[in-house]
């Protein structure tokens, strides 16, 4: 268990070269293990990479370095930054990405990049992650200190997941995410449920449509074909899905739609 | 040549975090190289997760453990498995995936997973994947015995590939996959082809649809271009394809299609 | 950084078990790093692959082992090659793909694969990447010389990408590929721009369609939302894009159309 990580979550896509290019460059600074999060976020959703960086990076071991690279601002001003956290490593672009995960691991300590000597040149002005992000991982992953490659800085863009509330009668959250499978992972925690929440009748509310009866469930298979289901989902946050169905395309629901459960 | 494999295949797509979730977890156990079988199985499909992992793990090394979730029953009553085989050791749920290939790498023993010390606290009723089949798996590539991970049982869902036959005038079988360039993978071994195949006048049969004189060629550029023939594919099983076209779209046929090739 | 990297790049998709079965095979020979660099190529699409190859290699370390099968003459009499270089080693069909990238990296050898020896059995008729290339990199990896492995050879397929040019009151060349954002990348080097180029008025021309008053900016975000821009991309070509935006669907543009820059 000597092996160092370095993770990589871009909305770069897997058909060019991009993603390759980024591990060429790991790969001849460092012999560290290389492991893909996601190169499909949506293109230039900041949002969407901070959620899959938040949920994934916990699973990781102390000392992985995490690279996340969706980036609309490159070749501006925006700045790079390098966040030390209790357990891992997070290098990216001061646009937010980095933040709620910072949070989660805590105890983070923000550098901004300013050495040239750990970066790739001639320096492109349009894919830093390649030039800037990938090698600063690579160099970290090696052992040089985060003081020789930046310098601390309390000055960035900060972004924080907010959570879902239980309100006594309701139940308040917003969906932050569908998966492959049609699933809507909520901001609800597990843990605000109230105990007897599967033997209550629950309807849920967006906008103006309402569905009324949603059984809560232990898992997808308890419930019928199709139906609409509630159910702790894997990040042990409230999920609403629906058995061998796609829940999001039956319900029409859109990541940050709000979303009210009525308990009686 | 002291590196152990862990493979990866399932149902998850690349899009979202849970393959990372997966090797997050991984990595936090062991130092294997971890390598990718597919994650875009066709949800939920067990029969096309148990195919590709039938055509794909023989050709991995001794000692590779294949971790398989195509997981329709998370969450309910169905076990968690371990099987060892002469060669390599497979890790995933009771639905049969693991089987085909079990009974192809021979002499194969069926654990049942039941010890929690070797799965991820708390517990998630959604993604066994992460919490029970990785960790497992990585725990295996650190030695850990099975018999201390899991109890020997006779009681799984078993599967098995049945394979086409020679009857003479004709060969019968069926359609087992449709590949990125539309070949239609048949369940025909080449080895059941008469010496004289490819001398003789070859009609295709499925349902009510007929095609005659079908070239047998050695390869895709041996027949003209978007010209229909056969032809033993690379899992050395015959494949029905088109020179630079796509078979399947063509034909519109699917898998688990019965199909008859009359010799003449 | 003992480590030897494998790369791979080719038009199998991730879809199936054709990569997995190629990363299989050279996990049974060597502990090398292997590292994707594409299997989403547009299928048989030789050139498309080549520049793949061509952009990304460079960013590999000295001694990377480069198996790149774009291979629609597969099972027929086309040779397999391996290409030695300054830097780095090739290995693939003999239909081009390589050979960019040979002429980029310098001082090319090659190489005919002609030793059975090396390769998997049964060999199939379909699948060189399989049981020719995959295994010939990984005994590479392992330090067996080239000329056990095959012989040297100077027929061979040729191919380069032709630069553009720099014509005083225009410059002249064309779309090598389109990236997944929309960016559409040409052939003109960057260097080949008038060092005013910024400061003057810029109108693109392709076939008989015409679009004024392009700038030329340093990045993305420096042009308008929506706007049509020019910019030296991250492989240090110009590039063709749109802030925020799809250059090549709104311009209509292909690979391989050629293009005109009027300066005034």
New interface residues.
């Given amino acids: 268990?000597?092996?160092k990580?370095i993770?990589f979550l871009t909305d770069?896509?897997?058909?060019?070269?991009?993603?390759?290019?980024?591990?060429?460059?790991v790969?001849?600074?460092?012999?560290a293990?290389?492991?893909?999060?996601?190169?499909?976020v949506s293109?230039?959703n900041v949002r969407e990479g901070a959620f899959?960086l938040w949920?994934?990076?916990?699973?990781?071991?102390m000392g992985?370095i995490h690279v996340a690279v969706v980036d609309?601002?490159?070749?501006?001003e925006r700045k790079g930054l390098i966040i030390t956290t209790k357990k891992q490593i997070l290098v990216g672009p001061d646009n937010g990405i980095l933040l709620p995960t910072a949070h989660l691991l805590g105890d983070f300590v923000v550098y901004e990049i300013t050495n040239p000597k750990y970066m790739i040149h001639?320096l492109?002005?349009?894919?830093h992650g390649?030039?800037i992000f990938a090698p600063v991982a690579a160099y970290i992953a090696r052992g040089v200190p985060f003081g020789e490659i930046g310098t601390q800085t309390t000055h960035f863009v900060n972004m924080q997941f907010p959570l879902g509330e239980n309100r006594g009668d309701r139940i308040v959250g917003k969906i932050l995410?569908i998966?492959?499978?049609g699933n809507l992972l909520t901001n609800i925690p597990y843990d605000i449920l109230p105990g007897d929440f599967a033997q209550k009748k629950i309807s849920l509310l967006s906008g103006d449509r309402r569905w009324d009866s949603v059984p809560f469930v232990?898992?997808?298979?308890?419930a019928k074909q199709g139906e609409l289901l509630l159910?702790?989902?894997?990040n042990?946050f409230l999920?609403i899905s629906m058995n061998?169905g796609n829940a999001a395309e039956s319900l029409g629901l859109q990541p940050d739609a709000e979303i009210q459960l009525l308990i009686s």
């Avoid at 293990?33 to 499909?40: A, F, G, K, N, P």
């Avoid at 492109?124 to 894919?127: A, E």
Wanted: proline share 7%; glycine share 12%; aromatic share 12%.
């Fill in positions: 268990m000597d092996m990580q993770t770069f896509g897997t058909k060019g070269g991009y993603v390759a290019q980024m591990k060429g460059v790969c001849s600074i460092t012999d293990r290389i492991v893909d999060i996601s190169h499909e293109p230039q899959l949920t994934t990076a916990p699973f990781f071991p992985t609309p601002g490159v070749g501006t001639p492109s002005r349009t894919f390649r030039d995410y998966d492959r499978f232990a898992s997808y298979g308890y159910t702790v989902g894997s042990h999920e061998q």
